[in-house]
Structure formats: C-alpha cells, structure tokens
C-alpha cells in the first residue's frame, strides 16, 4: 500500500494508472474508519484494478460552531484498515496545500444544498462539493464510492457529476448499522453510553414507518406523526427535522408516488445525528 | 475533422486518445473566429497531438440585457477555419444538453470575480467559470488556450484550475491586433464605420501609457489620467473603467513594482470593448 501525501504526486500516479488502461475506484474519507466505510472499499476493491482511499477533515464543510477540532481521527488505525482492505493507495493531503490559493473557488449545487442538512449547516455543502470536485480531479477516478447514510450529500454528488459533466460513476451503497440498527458514523464516538442506548430510536422510527407504509399507509402526515412520537418517546432527544421526500428531487411528498426517503436528523446531548430510509411500496 | 456535438461522445474520444498517449490541446471559443483563436488554434497545432475546438455561445456568461441574441455567429465559416488551421476535432455542443440538470451547479472564484468586468457583469465570470469547468470535464484537455486580451478572464481560469486541482495547463497568448492596433474581437463586427475609427483611440491610449512608464513616471495616477485624456479625445466614448494593478492579484498599484497591467473597458454607441497591457520596467 502506498500512502501519498502530495497532490500532484497523486495526479502523476492516477495518470500513470490510466494510461495502463487500469480502473480506479475512489473512496472519500474523512477517517475514523467504521464498517461503513469498509463496505465500500471492499466493494471498490471487487469492481475495481486499483483503489484508493482518501483521508481528509475537510474544514470548510463545518461551520464555525461545529465540531471540527474535535471530530475524531485515528491515522494508524484508519491505515492499518485500508491495509488489511486491500487498498492500493491512501490519500492523506495536507489542508494547506489543499487551501492554498489567495482567492477561493468554490463549488455550489443550488437549491437542493439549501434544504434540510444544508438549512441547519449553512455553507455545509458547498463545502462538500468543493472537496469532492477537488478530490476527484486530484485522484482521477473512474468510479466513487459513497454511504447512503449520508442520503443528501450522495444526491448533491450526483448532481455535481451531471451538472459539471465530471467523468465520474457515483457508486451509493447501503447504509451499514450496528447488530442494534444503528446507522455507523464516526460521530457515534461521541455518544456516551445513555445516549448510545437512546440513539437506537431513530432505527426503530424508521423502521416502524415503512412498516406502516407497506402495510398500506399513504397519507404521509400521519407516517411523520408516528415517527416524531417515537422519536420523542426518548427524552434528551431533540429533532432537528423528519422529512418524507421524492428521492431524486428531494422535494416533499404528501403521499406515496413511485418510491420515497424519509429523513430524520435529531440531536442527543451535543451530537447530532442523521439516518434515512429508501422505501418502495 | 471531426464534429462532435454529444457530451458523452467527446468524453469517449478524449479517453481513447489519452490512452494512446497522445497529448491533446484545447481551444475553447464562442465561435465567430477571427485571427486571435487561429493564432491560439497554430500555437496548439505545433504543441499537441490533438487539437480540439470548442464552439459555444455559452447563455449563463450573459447577462439579461446583455447581447447573447444578437452575439455574431458563423459557424460554417469557423468550421472552415477550423479545417484549414489543421483542427482534428470541432465541439459543438447543444446549449439544452450544456445546461440540463434541475438544479444548476455554478463555479466562483471569489473576489477576483467581482472587480472591473466583473463588477460591471454581474454573475459573469461564474458563468464563464462554470462552463470551463464543464468543456474541461467534457474535452479532457491536456492544456487549454486562452488570449490575453480576455486578462480577467485569464486570471480566472488560472485561480480555477488551481483552486479545483484541475490538471490542465492554461497557456495564455498574445493579444492579436488589426493594422492600427486594435484588438481582435468577435465584438468588432457590431462596429459602424465611424466607432470603428473612434475604436483606435484605445490602443494608442495605452501604447502611450507605455511609453510614459518606460520613459520613467511613476506615478500611476498621472498614467492613468494621461490615458483618459487620450480616451475622451473621442466623442461617443464612454469609458467604463481604467485601472491599473498588480498581474497577478489585480489589486490597483499606485506605482510600479515589478511589473503590471493596465486594462480598460469602454462603450462606443452599444458596444463594450476591451483591452490591457502588460508592461513590464
């Protein structure tokens, strides 16, 4: 495994690899490897002749009050796992060669980064698809691996390849959890263990209301009633929002069309977290 | 020749010639070709393998009371040309495919984006941005050729390609110039007889700021006030901006240092023309 730190090294390297007319599959990281991310570089690994994984807190995706300094990180770890991964090569910049320019340039994917996650972090994603933009001309890939834990930022990406006509297959793979049905996150470090047993809510209120909808449900109000009701079952638990939504537009649904996400993010203690999940009836 | 006008076709050419080594060179133009793209189109032809131009009047670099309707366009006569200077390749993309996604994805490189054209454009260099970022994506280009009479411009795509990692060479030429100094732009053809001759001024004003430098002032006020006497020599013009700064940050310098570029713009009846200079001691 070869760990490169410097961007045009890594550009050089990407080059050399397509030019041996070799597939790169790309995993963006921000470290603290979990589950998550290992189910995605095992399937990057299966589909692709060489894959690389990214390490990078990139700081212009917080806001100033969030949890930047502090969001968890674990170098040896996270290499020891992309090791043991089969990753060919990890990408560990630097944010000052990352930043460097006088006058920023920036990525922005309007309207659908406004909502919901983007409503709460301003700034949030525009942050997001600067690096992606960022990372991907840097890494070259043909392919890019992402969580659907993160539903809104996959959807952002996909529209920032379109929009940009960036080269780029955007692989969305499931949501992995815990055996008790929480969504892996680095940021469940943060739990202590009240809050740990407390966040397993979110899994239930989701799972409990595609039961409903399956079970024939289709007024949508009343499905979000339910999932707030359990949610707020929790005390300590306080919900930033419950969204039901077309997944591509994700705009609103008052009832089942095709197929639709809901997404909830709530906040325990000083964490926040996110979850979502894709129903069809 | 070839004509290409589908997005994803050009993206699979561009990847066959990049795996057969061959180094492409990339002209991106809004057609009406005059002598300042040939010369970019010969610089490109004796450097690279592969010579690509693109033809876009591209609509997000418009404002909504500027001229994208009536902007010149002959695309036969430039297909001519193309082929005479030697173009392997011809992108004539559809403005419905360039701009089809719901939710538009913009570039801005900041700051440098707001000041002089930017300034009197509003929103105009994050559609000439964007769209580079789009012809890049699309063309896979090795280097991209710009003339420097756009200098803004050419700063732009510089602060771009730098800030995204976008691994294309900007390589930026010459102003091309008429007999009497004026320079080349698709924007001359709207010109009557009597603008056109009033247009002169503007080389000759800063030919003789020049002069005045080189000859040892240093006062860059004086220089610029020199420069607009000469301009309002001309009745009918009216002068948007005369500035004078640094080449690279395009802060206003009030003395030389290095070197620097004074740029103006000015409208003679409806239309803007503009011009600069690189001086250096």
Known sequence: ??????????????DSFRLQGRRIGFVPTMGFLHEGHLSLIRHARQMFDIVVV????????????ED?????RDEDGDLAKC????VDIVFLPDAKEMYSTQDAVTVSVERISDIMEGAIRPGHYRGVATVVAKLFHI??????????????????????????????????RPTVREADGL?????????????????????????????LIKSGVKDMEHVRSRIQATLQEEKGLNIDYIQIVDPDTLMPLQSMVNNL?????????????IDNVHIWP
């Open 1 to 14: 495994m070869n760990i490169i730190t410097d961007i045009s090294e890594m550009q050089k390297v990407a």
């Open 54 to 65: 990214s390490i990078f807190v990139n700081p212009i995706q917080f806001g100033p009050s």
């Open 83 to 86: 090791k043991a991964g089969g």
């Open 68 to 72: 930047f300094d502090r969001y968890p």
């Open 183 to 211: 969504a892996m996150s680095s940021r469940n470090a943060y739990l202590n263990e009240k809050e740990r047993r407390a966040a397993t809510v979110i899994f239930r209120a989701l799972s409990s209301a595609e039961h």
């Open 261 to 273: 996400v809901i997404l909830v993010a709530v906040r325990l203690g000083n964490t926040r977290l």
């Open 139 to 172: 890494v070259k890939p043909h392919a890019a691996f992402f969580g659907q834990k993160d539903y809104q930022q996959c959807i952002i990406i996909k529209r920032l390849v379109k929009g940009l006509n960036i080269d780029v297959d955007i692989v969305i």
